[in-house]
């Protein structure tokens, strides 16, 4: 992992603000509330985000999704699909669970774009998962 995906990574593990939005097929994009985020590196972030019953029965189909985390002036943003899953998947993650109203997903990113200390970057993730 080269300097720059290692200093995105720590971004993503203390962002001060994160947006979510989930984009359905054939409707506009819809910001979803991230309630908790774990995330490794920036391929694979799994979160709880709060969900009404329509939303989870969408996240358990998977959605098309982009996802930005901002730390002060840095900034991650990733695009790719989001899917729920179960309890079973969720342990994977490292604590992230679902629970009243919450539905835990797992964010596979298929490309991240970087804006850290004034430097852009920009990686494929190209098969990934």
């Not at 309630?35 to 329509?54: C, F, N």
């Not at 179960?86 to 490309?111: H, K, M, P, Y």
């Not at 850290?116 to 494929?124: E, K, L, S, T």
């Amino acid at each position: 992992m080269d300097d720059m995906m290692q200093r995105a990574a720590a971004t993503v593990a203390a962002a001060d603000s994160v947006t979510l939005t989930a984009c359905r097929e054939g409707y506009f994009p819809r910001e979803v509330e991230v309630v908790g985020l774990q995330a490794d590196d920036l391929g694979t972030v799994w979160m709880t985000v709060r969900a009404d019953a329509a939303a989870a029965v969408t996240f358990r189909r998977g959605v098309r999704a982009g996802l930005c985390m901002r730390r002060g002036r840095d900034s991650v943003t990733l695009s790719g699909h989001m899917r729920s899953v179960d309890d079973a998947d969720a342990l994977a993650s490292g604590g992230i669970a679902a629970g009243r109203g919450l539905c835990a997903v797992r964010f596979t990113s298929e490309n991240a774009s970087v804006w850290i200390d004034g430097q852009p970057a920009h990686y494929d993730f190209a098969g990934h998962e």
